[in-house]
T-cell receptor, first 114, second 112 residues
Framework: NAGVTQTPKFRVLKTGQSMTLLCAQD?????MYWYRQDPGMGLRLIHY???????AKGEVPDGYNVSRLKKQNFLLGLESAAPSQTSVYFC?????????????FGEGSWLTVV | SQQGEEDPQALSIQEGENATMNCSYK?????LQWYRQNSGRGLVHLIL?????REKHSGRLRVTLDTSKKSSSLLITASRAADTASYFC????????????FGAGTRLFVKA
């Protein structure tokens, strides 16, 4: 049982390049999330999904796109990377039942945009 | 703006001492959770307290919730060097939705 797996773990991009972060969960969770973590800012929600084929914007969605073609996968895309997108990205998943929403996190993806 | 905000931002204590971290939030919530993050790792869930609960225990952890003051505290008793980590509170807004909002965290350093 791997939980939530993110790839790649580290990546350096040049400004304007595109890339996709991959997230997979093996817990059959309905909900999946992408957060970014910056120093002193906590975690900010980028996009989330409440089920296969659905996505929604979080707090900081600009510059990112997502897709949930399969229940177990949630992809985060950067179409034209900017230095402001240098951050640590965390994928997470959960099952939401009766107001209990324990979130399970991946180990993070460190992205640097130069 | 962030829903949950932790206080203090950083805390340094000796092994064996108790560590207390506080969290304040702004809107009505369904529940409040505490997470731990070791350096360079993902967040790990510690404990969840519902809006109709006032106190909860899990091992050396004690969480209180005061909905009238919109605040929560996390107490770690008899701290150990291995407790060194960042601790985050997270709240689920009571809007019929499910978004979980995290605070900026408290960095705890336990000296051996």
């Amino acid at each position: 049982n791997a939980g939530v797996t993110q790839t790649p773990k580290f990546r350096v991009l040049k400004t304007g390049q595109s890339m996709t972060l991959l997230c997979a969960q093996d817990m059959n969770h309905e909900y999946m999330y992408w957060y970014r973590q910056d120093p002193g800012m906590g975690l900010r929600l980028i996009h989330y999904s409440v089920g296969e084929g659905t996505t929604a914007k979080g707090e900081v969605p600009d510059g990112y796109n997502v897709s949930r073609l399969k229940k177990q996968n949630f992809l985060l895309g950067l179409e034209s990377a900017a230095p402001s997108q240098t951050s640590v990205y965390f994928c997470a998943s959960s099952t939401y039942r009766q107001a209990r929403n324990t979130i399970y996190f991946g180990e993070g993806s460190w992205l640097t945009v130069v | 703006s962030q829903q949950g905000e932790e206080d203090p931002q950083a805390l340094s204590i000796q092994e064996g001492e108790n560590a207390t971290m506080n969290c304040s939030y702004k809107t009505s919530i369904n529940n409040l959770q505490w997470y731990r993050q070791n350096s360079g790792r993902g967040l790990v869930h510690l404990i969840l307290i519902r809006s109709n609960e006032r106190e909860k225990h899990s091992g050396r952890l004690r969480v209180t919730l005061d909905t009238s003051k919109k605040s929560s505290s996390l107490l770690i008793t008899a701290s150990r060097a291995a407790d060194t980590a960042s601790y985050f509170c997270a709240t689920d807004e009571d809007t019929g939705g499910f978004k979980t909002i995290f605070g900026a965290g408290t960095r705890l350093f336990v000296k051996a």
